[in-house]
Protein backbone atom coordinates (compact mmCIF):
# COMPACT_ATOMS: atom_id res chain seq x y z
CA UNK A 1 0.00 0.00 0.00
CA UNK A 2 2.87 2.10 0.50
CA UNK A 3 4.62 1.74 -2.71
CA UNK A 4 0.55 2.78 -4.78
CA UNK A 5 0.68 5.87 -2.01
CA UNK A 6 3.92 7.22 -3.17
CA UNK A 7 3.26 7.08 -6.79
CA UNK A 8 -0.24 8.80 -5.95
CA UNK A 9 1.61 11.56 -4.56
CA UNK A 10 4.26 11.87 -7.26
CA UNK A 11 0.91 12.18 -9.32
CA UNK A 12 0.32 15.58 -7.49
CA UNK A 13 3.94 16.42 -6.88
CA UNK A 14 3.98 16.47 -11.16
CA UNK A 15 0.97 17.24 -11.74
CA UNK A 16 -0.57 20.21 -9.22
CA UNK A 17 1.95 21.80 -7.94
CA UNK A 18 3.91 22.28 -11.22
CA UNK A 19 0.57 23.36 -12.53
CA UNK A 20 0.58 26.08 -9.22
CA UNK A 21 4.29 26.95 -10.22
CA UNK A 22 3.71 27.20 -13.94
CA UNK A 23 0.24 29.17 -13.57
CA UNK A 24 1.21 31.63 -10.65
CA UNK A 25 3.95 33.93 -13.26
CA UNK A 26 1.13 34.26 -15.88
CA UNK A 27 -1.50 35.19 -13.73
CA UNK A 28 0.63 37.91 -11.71
CA UNK A 29 1.50 39.45 -15.37
CA UNK A 30 -1.86 39.70 -16.25
CA UNK A 31 -2.97 41.22 -12.90
CA UNK A 32 -0.34 43.32 -12.21
CA UNK A 33 1.06 41.17 -9.53
CA UNK A 34 4.68 42.14 -8.35
CA UNK A 35 6.96 38.98 -9.53
CA UNK A 36 9.83 40.20 -9.01
CA UNK A 37 10.80 37.25 -7.49
CA UNK A 38 10.70 35.26 -10.79
CA UNK A 39 12.15 38.07 -13.03
CA UNK A 40 14.74 36.45 -15.54
CA UNK A 41 17.89 38.76 -15.35
CA UNK A 42 21.42 38.85 -13.60
CA UNK A 43 21.45 36.62 -10.89
CA UNK A 44 18.62 35.22 -11.47
CA UNK A 45 19.33 33.42 -14.22
CA UNK A 46 22.61 31.77 -13.09
CA UNK A 47 20.20 30.43 -10.22
CA UNK A 48 18.05 28.33 -12.58
CA UNK A 49 20.77 27.78 -14.43
CA UNK A 50 22.35 26.40 -11.42
CA UNK A 51 18.63 24.45 -10.53
CA UNK A 52 18.28 22.53 -13.78
CA UNK A 53 22.44 21.67 -13.23
CA UNK A 54 21.43 20.15 -10.53
CA UNK A 55 18.10 18.69 -11.60
CA UNK A 56 20.21 17.53 -14.63
CA UNK A 57 22.69 15.59 -12.66
CA UNK A 58 19.76 13.65 -10.26
CA UNK A 59 18.51 12.79 -13.38
CA UNK A 60 21.59 11.13 -15.23
CA UNK A 61 22.23 9.29 -11.81
CA UNK A 62 18.82 7.92 -11.47
CA UNK A 63 19.17 6.72 -14.95
CA UNK A 64 22.50 4.92 -14.43
CA UNK A 65 22.45 3.57 -10.63
CA UNK A 66 17.98 2.79 -10.62
CA UNK A 67 16.90 2.73 -13.67
CA UNK A 68 19.48 1.01 -15.86
CA UNK A 69 20.08 -1.38 -13.30
CA UNK A 70 16.35 -2.01 -12.63
CA UNK A 71 15.89 -2.92 -16.07
CA UNK A 72 19.15 -5.09 -16.70
CA UNK A 73 17.68 -7.28 -13.53
CA UNK A 74 13.98 -7.54 -14.47
CA UNK A 75 15.81 -8.90 -17.95
CA UNK A 76 18.52 -11.52 -16.41
CA UNK A 77 15.46 -12.42 -14.11
CA UNK A 78 13.31 -12.92 -17.27
CA UNK A 79 15.91 -14.95 -18.67
CA UNK A 80 16.38 -17.21 -15.88
CA UNK A 81 12.29 -18.10 -15.92
CA UNK A 82 12.49 -17.87 -20.02
CA UNK A 83 10.02 -15.59 -20.24
CA UNK A 84 12.40 -13.66 -22.38
CA UNK A 85 14.14 -14.66 -25.36
CA UNK A 86 18.15 -15.15 -25.19
CA UNK A 87 19.17 -13.41 -28.36
CA UNK A 88 22.69 -13.09 -26.79
CA UNK A 89 22.73 -9.35 -27.22
CA UNK A 90 22.88 -6.68 -24.32
CA UNK A 91 18.93 -5.97 -25.05
CA UNK A 92 19.02 -3.32 -21.79
CA UNK A 93 21.31 -1.28 -23.45
CA UNK A 94 19.70 -1.87 -26.90
CA UNK A 95 16.38 -0.34 -25.24
CA UNK A 96 17.87 2.56 -24.10
CA UNK A 97 19.55 3.65 -26.82
CA UNK A 98 16.37 3.26 -28.81
CA UNK A 99 14.68 5.62 -26.58
CA UNK A 100 17.44 8.45 -26.73
CA UNK A 101 16.98 7.74 -30.56
CA UNK A 102 13.03 8.29 -30.64
CA UNK A 103 13.04 10.93 -28.65
CA UNK A 104 15.71 12.50 -30.99
CA UNK A 105 13.37 11.24 -34.22
CA UNK A 106 10.64 12.76 -32.87
CA UNK A 107 12.25 16.64 -31.87
CA UNK A 108 13.77 16.90 -35.13
CA UNK A 109 10.62 15.95 -37.40
CA UNK A 110 8.70 18.05 -34.66
CA UNK A 111 11.18 20.85 -35.68
CA UNK A 112 10.65 20.69 -39.41
CA UNK A 113 6.82 20.52 -39.30
CA UNK A 114 7.10 23.90 -37.31
CA UNK A 115 9.49 25.52 -39.35
CA UNK A 116 7.33 25.00 -42.53
CA UNK A 117 3.77 25.72 -41.35
CA UNK A 118 5.65 29.16 -39.70
CA UNK A 119 7.22 29.90 -43.05
CA UNK A 120 4.14 29.31 -44.81
CA UNK A 121 1.92 31.63 -42.30
CA UNK A 122 5.07 34.51 -42.66
CA UNK A 123 5.13 34.18 -46.52
CA UNK A 124 0.99 34.50 -46.76
CA UNK A 125 0.90 37.55 -44.32
CA UNK A 126 3.82 39.22 -46.35
CA UNK A 127 2.38 38.65 -49.57
CA UNK A 128 -1.05 40.10 -48.10
CA UNK A 129 1.15 43.04 -46.41
CA UNK A 130 2.54 43.61 -50.41
CA UNK A 131 -0.86 43.64 -51.76
CA UNK A 132 -2.35 45.89 -49.39
CA UNK A 133 0.65 48.19 -50.11
CA UNK A 134 0.10 48.36 -54.06
CA UNK A 135 -3.91 48.38 -53.90
CA UNK A 136 -3.14 51.57 -52.05
CA UNK A 137 -0.40 53.59 -54.12
CA UNK A 138 -2.86 53.00 -57.14
CA UNK A 139 -5.94 54.41 -55.15
CA UNK A 140 -4.43 57.17 -52.97
CA UNK A 141 -1.50 57.90 -55.21
CA UNK A 142 0.78 58.36 -52.35
CA UNK A 143 -1.39 60.05 -50.36
CA UNK A 144 -0.21 60.77 -46.67
CA UNK A 145 -3.64 59.58 -45.12
CA UNK A 146 -3.58 56.47 -47.01
CA UNK A 147 -0.06 55.09 -46.59
CA UNK A 148 -0.38 56.01 -43.23
CA UNK A 149 -3.33 53.67 -42.96
CA UNK A 150 -1.55 50.89 -45.24
CA UNK A 151 1.20 51.19 -42.16
CA UNK A 152 -0.67 50.89 -39.76
CA UNK A 153 -2.29 47.38 -41.35
CA UNK A 154 1.13 46.02 -42.08
CA UNK A 155 1.96 46.15 -38.52
CA UNK A 156 -1.21 44.64 -37.61
CA UNK A 157 -0.22 41.83 -39.82
CA UNK A 158 3.61 41.28 -38.63
CA UNK A 159 2.14 41.53 -34.99
CA UNK A 160 -0.14 38.46 -36.08
CA UNK A 161 2.91 36.77 -37.79
CA UNK A 162 4.78 36.86 -34.52
CA UNK A 163 2.10 35.87 -32.45
CA UNK A 164 1.41 32.83 -34.71
CA UNK A 165 5.45 32.04 -34.72
CA UNK A 166 5.13 32.63 -30.62
CA UNK A 167 2.26 29.91 -30.25
CA UNK A 168 3.82 27.48 -32.55
CA UNK A 169 7.79 27.92 -30.78
CA UNK A 170 5.47 27.35 -27.49
CA UNK A 171 3.63 23.98 -29.41
CA UNK A 172 6.61 22.97 -30.51
CA UNK A 173 8.22 23.13 -26.36
CA UNK A 174 5.76 21.53 -24.75
CA UNK A 175 5.22 18.65 -27.65
CA UNK A 176 8.94 18.31 -26.67
CA UNK A 177 8.59 18.37 -22.79
CA UNK A 178 5.16 16.18 -22.76
CA UNK A 179 6.93 13.77 -25.00
CA UNK A 180 9.96 13.59 -22.37
CA UNK A 181 7.32 13.75 -19.26
CA UNK A 182 5.55 10.75 -20.41
CA UNK A 183 8.52 8.74 -20.43
CA UNK A 184 9.21 10.05 -17.41
CA UNK A 185 6.30 9.23 -15.79
CA UNK A 186 6.11 5.67 -16.96
CA UNK A 187 9.95 5.37 -15.36
CA UNK A 188 7.99 6.32 -12.59
CA UNK A 189 4.90 4.26 -12.53
CA UNK A 190 6.70 1.00 -12.64
CA UNK A 191 9.03 1.35 -9.99
CA UNK A 192 8.85 -1.37 -7.71
CA UNK A 193 10.10 -0.34 -4.62
CA UNK A 194 8.95 2.43 -2.74
CA UNK A 195 12.65 4.22 -2.38
CA UNK A 196 13.24 3.93 -6.04
CA UNK A 197 9.48 5.85 -6.84
CA UNK A 198 10.76 8.54 -4.10
CA UNK A 199 14.39 8.94 -6.02
CA UNK A 200 12.31 9.07 -9.17
CA UNK A 201 10.49 11.91 -7.64
CA UNK A 202 12.92 14.02 -6.62
CA UNK A 203 14.63 13.66 -9.54
CA UNK A 204 11.99 14.73 -11.99
CA UNK A 205 10.58 17.95 -9.85
CA UNK A 206 13.47 19.22 -8.96
CA UNK A 207 14.41 19.98 -12.82
CA UNK A 208 10.47 20.15 -14.04
CA UNK A 209 9.03 23.15 -11.52
CA UNK A 210 12.40 24.94 -12.16
CA UNK A 211 11.02 24.28 -15.96
CA UNK A 212 7.50 25.31 -15.47
CA UNK A 213 8.25 28.34 -13.52
CA UNK A 214 10.49 29.78 -16.46
CA UNK A 215 7.77 28.75 -19.03
CA UNK A 216 5.58 30.18 -16.92
CA UNK A 217 7.45 33.62 -17.07
CA UNK A 218 8.47 33.28 -20.68
CA UNK A 219 5.08 33.00 -21.75
CA UNK A 220 3.58 35.80 -19.69
CA UNK A 221 5.72 38.41 -21.21
CA UNK A 222 5.91 36.69 -24.92
CA UNK A 223 2.88 37.54 -27.52
CA UNK A 224 0.68 34.56 -26.71
CA UNK A 225 -1.99 34.93 -25.16
CA UNK A 226 -2.69 34.29 -21.27
CA UNK A 227 -5.56 31.13 -21.72
CA UNK A 228 -3.21 29.41 -24.48
CA UNK A 229 -0.31 30.13 -22.34
CA UNK A 230 -2.68 28.63 -19.31
CA UNK A 231 -3.48 25.63 -21.69
CA UNK A 232 -0.04 25.08 -22.65
CA UNK A 233 0.99 24.69 -19.00
CA UNK A 234 -2.06 22.52 -18.00
CA UNK A 235 -1.00 20.24 -20.84
CA UNK A 236 2.40 20.06 -19.66
CA UNK A 237 1.48 19.64 -16.10
CA UNK A 238 -0.72 16.65 -16.86
CA UNK A 239 1.18 14.20 -19.18
CA UNK A 240 3.57 12.77 -16.46
CA UNK A 241 0.39 11.89 -13.86
CA UNK A 242 -0.99 9.97 -17.25
CA UNK A 243 2.74 8.46 -17.96
CA UNK A 244 2.37 7.24 -14.13
CA UNK A 245 -0.88 5.68 -14.83
CA UNK A 246 0.31 3.88 -17.55
CA UNK A 247 3.32 2.65 -15.54
CA UNK A 248 1.26 1.22 -12.74
CA UNK A 249 -1.05 -0.08 -15.51
CA UNK A 250 2.08 -2.04 -16.93
CA UNK A 251 2.85 -3.35 -13.24
CA UNK A 252 -0.40 -4.55 -12.75
CA UNK A 253 0.00 -8.44 -10.28
CA UNK A 254 -3.04 -9.50 -12.39
CA UNK A 255 -1.34 -9.54 -15.80
CA UNK A 256 0.68 -12.56 -16.79
CA UNK A 257 3.87 -12.86 -15.90
CA UNK A 258 5.91 -13.02 -19.26
CA UNK A 259 4.19 -10.29 -20.85
CA UNK A 260 4.53 -8.01 -17.47
CA UNK A 261 8.24 -8.79 -17.81
CA UNK A 262 8.53 -8.18 -21.25
CA UNK A 263 6.78 -4.98 -21.30
CA UNK A 264 8.87 -4.20 -18.39
CA UNK A 265 12.10 -4.41 -19.86
CA UNK A 266 11.15 -2.27 -23.05
CA UNK A 267 9.01 0.58 -21.89
CA UNK A 268 11.52 0.93 -18.71
CA UNK A 269 14.15 0.88 -21.25
CA UNK A 270 12.98 3.71 -23.67
CA UNK A 271 12.34 5.61 -20.75
CA UNK A 272 15.66 5.18 -19.57
CA UNK A 273 16.96 6.71 -22.93
CA UNK A 274 14.54 9.00 -23.26
CA UNK A 275 16.07 10.77 -20.18
CA UNK A 276 19.34 10.23 -20.67
CA UNK A 277 18.70 12.66 -23.70
CA UNK A 278 16.59 15.02 -21.71
CA UNK A 279 19.99 15.41 -19.58
CA UNK A 280 22.27 15.48 -22.10
CA UNK A 281 20.93 17.68 -25.10
CA UNK A 282 17.87 19.64 -23.09
CA UNK A 283 19.59 20.37 -20.03
CA UNK A 284 23.84 20.54 -20.68
CA UNK A 285 23.05 21.51 -24.17
CA UNK A 286 21.17 24.08 -23.60
CA UNK A 287 22.32 25.79 -20.39
CA UNK A 288 26.12 25.69 -21.68
CA UNK A 289 24.63 28.12 -24.40
CA UNK A 290 23.65 30.82 -21.46
CA UNK A 291 25.72 33.77 -20.54
CA UNK A 292 26.55 32.59 -17.24
CA UNK A 293 29.25 31.21 -15.24
CA UNK A 294 29.81 26.82 -16.42
CA UNK A 295 32.13 26.46 -13.49
CA UNK A 296 28.80 27.21 -11.29
CA UNK A 297 26.86 25.00 -14.31
CA UNK A 298 29.51 21.82 -13.26
CA UNK A 299 29.48 22.35 -9.40
CA UNK A 300 25.80 22.10 -9.95
CA UNK A 301 25.65 19.19 -11.87
CA UNK A 302 28.23 17.37 -9.54
CA UNK A 303 26.18 18.36 -6.75
CA UNK A 304 22.95 16.69 -8.16
CA UNK A 305 24.89 13.73 -8.37
CA UNK A 306 26.58 13.77 -5.34
CA UNK A 307 23.10 14.43 -3.61
CA UNK A 308 21.73 10.78 -5.30
CA UNK A 309 24.76 8.85 -4.08
CA UNK A 310 24.99 9.86 -0.75
CA UNK A 311 21.06 9.18 -0.61
CA UNK A 312 21.98 5.42 -2.30
CA UNK A 313 24.43 5.13 0.48
CA UNK A 314 21.38 5.91 3.21
CA UNK A 315 19.24 3.73 1.66
CA UNK A 316 21.85 0.61 1.26
CA UNK A 317 22.99 1.24 5.08
CA UNK A 318 19.17 1.39 6.23
CA UNK A 319 18.84 -1.90 4.36
CA UNK A 320 21.83 -3.60 5.87
CA UNK A 321 20.57 -2.38 9.55
CA UNK A 322 16.95 -3.89 8.65
CA UNK A 323 18.71 -7.13 7.75
CA UNK A 324 20.91 -7.33 10.51
CA UNK A 325 17.57 -6.61 13.12
CA UNK A 326 15.70 -9.19 11.67
CA UNK A 327 18.63 -11.91 11.17
CA UNK A 328 20.51 -11.71 14.37
CA UNK A 329 20.33 -13.44 17.74
CA UNK A 330 17.48 -11.91 19.08
CA UNK A 331 14.02 -12.53 18.02
CA UNK A 332 11.40 -10.21 18.83
CA UNK A 333 8.20 -11.58 19.26
CA UNK A 334 4.98 -9.65 19.16
CA UNK A 335 2.58 -8.94 21.84
CA UNK A 336 -0.14 -11.13 22.26
Known amino acids: MSLLISKIVSMFGLGLITWIVGVLPILGVSRGWSLKILDQSGKKV??????????????????LTHMLPDVREIYLQSLKEGSFPDTGLEIPEIFVLAGFLLIYLIEEVAHIVLDKCTQAHRDREMSLKDKNENTEKEQGGGGGGHMNHG???????????????????????ILALCIHDLFEGIALGVASQESAVWFLLLAFASHKWVISACLGVKWSRSEIRPLVSVLYISTFCIVSPIGIGIGMALTDPNQEGELMNASLIIVQGIATGSLLYVTFFEILEKERQKDVSGIAQAISFSAGYVFMVLLGLAEVHSEQEEQSVGGGNFTIKPFV
Open 151 to 173: HSHGDIHLDESNSFEAVGRGFLV
Open 46 to 63: LVYSMLLCFGGGVILTSC
